[in-house]
Nanobody, 124 residues
Framework: QVQLVPSGGGLVQAGGSLRLSCAASGRAFSYFQLGWFRQAPGKEREIVAAISYTGQGTYYPDSLKGRFTISRDNAKSTMYLEMNNLAPEDTALYYC?????????????????WGQGTQVTVSS
């Protein structure tokens, strides 16, 4: 069992930046592959980024490469998402999640534990 608590969401103007954090407690943090997902109103939940146990492996959808950066600090049991050059279409509820799979997970169905979500709103 692991508990995930995201923070860092808020309101930002287009072109701005935000850094999300996800603090974990419970089971050993380094056992999990981690991911960030987002869900906008009326849309399906989609992956934003994923990171492997050690942090050496990462995944981003092509549409977000170059703007978003995922990282983790296993000593602090915390994961981060740096978001730059934000646009109104990035507005969504952002979730952090943890997966017990042995490979880098890109599908929400492969994640076992979820945080409650933090709102990111980008104004034009």
């Amino acid at each position: 069992q692991v508990q995930l608590v995201p923070s860092g969401g808020g309101l930002v103007q287009a072109g701005g930046s935000l850094r999300l954090s996800c603090a974990a407690s419970g089971r050993a943090f380094s056992y999990f592959q981690l991911g960030w997902f987002r869900q906008a109103p009326g849309k399906e939940r989609e992956i934003v980024a994923a990171i492997s146990y050690t942090g050496q492996g990462t995944y981003y959808p092509d549409s977000l490469k170059g703007r978003f950066t995922i990282s983790r600090d296993n000593a602090k049991s915390t994961m981060y998402l740096e978001m730059n050059n934000l646009a109104p279409e990035d507005t969504a509820l952002y979730y952090c999640a943890a997966s017990l799979t042995s490979v880098l997970s890109k599908s929400a169905s492969e994640y076992n534990y979820w945080g409650q979500g933090t709102q990111v709103t980008v104004s034009s």
